[in-house]
T-cell receptor, first 111, second 111 residues
């Protein structure tokens, strides 16, 4: 199946530090989505990126789609304890309507 | 309340038994998905369905079966052929290439 790698697998930060997770695909992507899963919970949609080079912001979160549409990133400025969880990218688009998730990055925030 | 409902929340299976996990949505979504999540791991696609009476294998379909006789329902059967079924199972639905909505999940344990 299609490979979607996320790095890092795990990151531990002090509250107030920044955090970035990267999503890399072996093929060109149609669209990419980002989800957050709190510990013990289910994934919740954050955003969808469609255009090459697109940048979107949601408060302290900044999402980027690479120019070649093969990678994406999520950056959190000044992390808070409420940011704790696993962040997943997901590939979508195309005729099959498949939704393939990346390996995820687990963020731990120390107060 | 609109949403997607999975039941039961916890399920225990004896070795050699088939069990069926329920997934119901009232969002009028065409597409539905089943994922498996192991501790500290990402979401792996088991089966997905784009429309009623149609479904496709995902990356780890062996040992699982599904049906899609109604738009709102997409049950997953974990058969005795699945050698390591203990995991967290998540069901999702969405319309076209928009955001996916997830159920609360079913935690299956083999005893």
């Amino acid at each position: 199946g299609q490979q979607v790698m996320q790095i890092p697998q795990y990151q531990h930060v002090q509250e107030g530090e920044d955090f970035t997770t990267y999503c890399n695909s072996s093929t060109t992507l149609s669209n990419i989505q980002w989800y957050k899963q709190r510990p013990g919970g289910h994934p919740v949609f954050l955003i969808q990126l469609v255009k090459s080079g697109e940048v979107k912001k949601q408060k302290r979160l900044t999402f980027q789609f690479g120019e070649a549409k093969k990678n994406s990133s999520l950056h959190i400025t000044a992390t808070q304890t409420t940011d704790v969880g696993t962040y997943f990218c997901a590939l979508t688009g195309g005729a099959t309507n498949k939704l393939i998730f990346g390996t995820g990055t687990l963020l731990a925030v120390q107060p | 309340d609109g949403g997607i409902t999975q039941s039961p929340k916890y399920l225990f299976r004896k070795e050699g038994q088939n069990v069926t996990l329920s997934c119901e949505q009232n969002l009028n979504h065409d597409a539905m998905y089943w994922y498996r999540q192991d501790p500290g791991q990402g979401l792996r696609l088991i089966y997905y369905s784009q429309i009623v009476n149609d479904f496709q294998k995902g990356d780890i379909a062996e040992g699982y079966s599904v049906s899609r006789e109604k738009k709102e329902s997409f049950p997953l059967t974990v058969t005795s052929a699945q050698k390591n079924p203990t995991a967290f199972y998540l069901c999702a639905s969405r319309q076209a290439n928009t955001e996916a909505f997830f159920g609360q999940g079913t935690r299956l344990t083999v005893v």
